[in-house]
């Protein structure tokens, strides 16, 4: 039996650290905003090589409050993928911006700047990658984009933590961007959490308000603002696996490389890596035309696999009558083929091995 993720592995090298914080947290009876969320902000600052980095209650609330933060709202264009989990929408209709869904790179599955171009109208105010699987964006295409036309740029990092491009961290180079700390995300927490990046004094000021109250001091309140912060509990978790997500970020890569090396000769297509940016591996996903012969024969094993994303955000249900003119053709065949394979920092290299040997087995026969 082979799963997507094993959190056990991982749980059993930080269980002394984190029920040590837990106990000290409980003991102090600090659960709201206390120390160890003061400092795990201070700490991914660092690590991120942003100004300001400010604890909230998931990714979702992230990109959320990033989208009221830089003051996006009723009628403003946002223009964003289809292929990517479905909070990336939702953030953007929270706010009631208009979702301007554009086609993806068939290599890196993410946004295509060219597609972006093309959808700027006088109404877009934002645009809003998605460093998707844990493959950064074309940021330096879409920053300038986002210069030249004076759009807001909103980062979705929330399978990118750690990734890079440039030498610069994804969710510090847009305006602001949007963590979370889903269980099985690079980072991950036991439970909810989320972060909120910006170089702008501004928007951590109005951040901190929005995922608090709207209060800046207690009982004042200047805006209708939200219960959005991150756990106390949760960031004396993420503390301890900050520590090492280089680590399990370099793991996750090792295993992504042994999978492409040994699928190499394999009519299928292993994930696009180029010079600039470095992929951090939430996912591994390949494409292929036999993928359905390919999930039953791992199933019959017991070894995880998954469709992300099955259906693209267009076609789901809660949106297909509102674009239902709308056809993203990369996106549509990206989603038809694809398919993700176990991977975590405790992947063993037996255990690759025999995933490759099952699938060369379907591809083979
Ligand atoms: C996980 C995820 C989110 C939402 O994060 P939550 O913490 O679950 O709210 C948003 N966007 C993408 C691309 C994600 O993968």
Redesign the pocket.
Same mark, same amino acid.
């Given at each position: 039996m082979i799963p997507m993720v094993n959190l056990k592995a991982q749980y059993a090298e930080i269980k002394d650290e984190v029920e040590r914080g837990l106990a000290e947290t409980i003991e102090n009876c600090t659960f709201i905003l206390g120390p160890n969320v003061q400092a795990f902000e201070k700490e991914t600052a660092e690590y991120l090589g942003v100004k300001h980095a400010i604890g909230v209650a998931? +990714? @979702?609330?992230a990109?959320h409050l990033a989208l009221i933060a830089e003051g996006i709202g009723a009628g403003d264009e946002v223009i964003t993928t289809a292929f @990517? !989990?479905i909070? @990336?929408a939702e953030a953007i209709k929270y706010v009631g911006a208009i979702l301007v869904f554009v086609d993806i790179d068939p290599r890196t599955f993410n946004i295509s700047p060219e597609a972006i171009e093309k959808a700027i109208t006088p109404k877009t105010k934002a645009v809003m990658p998605?460093h998707?699987f844990g493959q950064p964006a074309e940021m330096t295409e879409i920053v300038q984009l986002c210069e030249q036309y004076s759009l807001k740029l909103i980062e979705?990092c929330?399978?990118s933590f750690g990734a890079s491009i440039d030498s610069k961290q994804t969710g510090a180079i847009g305006d602001a961007a949007g963590f979370? !700390? !889903?269980p099985s995300?690079n980072l991950g927490a036991f439970g909810?959490g +989320?972060l909120v990046t910006t170089n702008s004094d501004k928007t951590a000021a109005k951040i901190k308000q929005l995922r608090n109250h709207g209060s800046d001091v207690r009982y004042y309140h200047d805006v209708i603002g939200y219960n959005s912060r991150l756990d106390e509990m949760q960031a004396v978790i993420l503390r301890a696996k900050l520590k090492r997500i280089d680590q399990y970020n370099q793991a996750r890569r090792h295993v992504a490389h042994l999978y492409s090396e040994l699928m190499a000769d394999l009519p299928l297509i292993t994930p696009y890596e180029d010079e600039l940016g470095v992929h951090v591996y939430h996912q591994y996903t390949l494409l292929c035309d036999r993928r359905d012969a390919i999930i039953k024969a791992l199933q019959d094993k017991q070894i995880g696999c998954a469709i992300y994303y099955p259906v693209p955000l267009h076609q789901q249900n809660v949106f297909k009558e509102e674009y239902s003119g709308l056809s993203l053709p990369v996106t549509e065949s990206v989603s038809a083929h694809c398919i993700s394979l176990p991977i975590c920092p405790f992947l063993e290299d037996d255990s690759i091995r025999e995933i490759v040997g099952i699938i060369r087995e379907v591809l083979t026969a």
């Open positions: 998931s +990714g @979702t609330d990109l @990517t !989990f909070a @990336t998605v998707l979705d929330c399978q979370s !700390f !889903f995300k909810d +989320g």
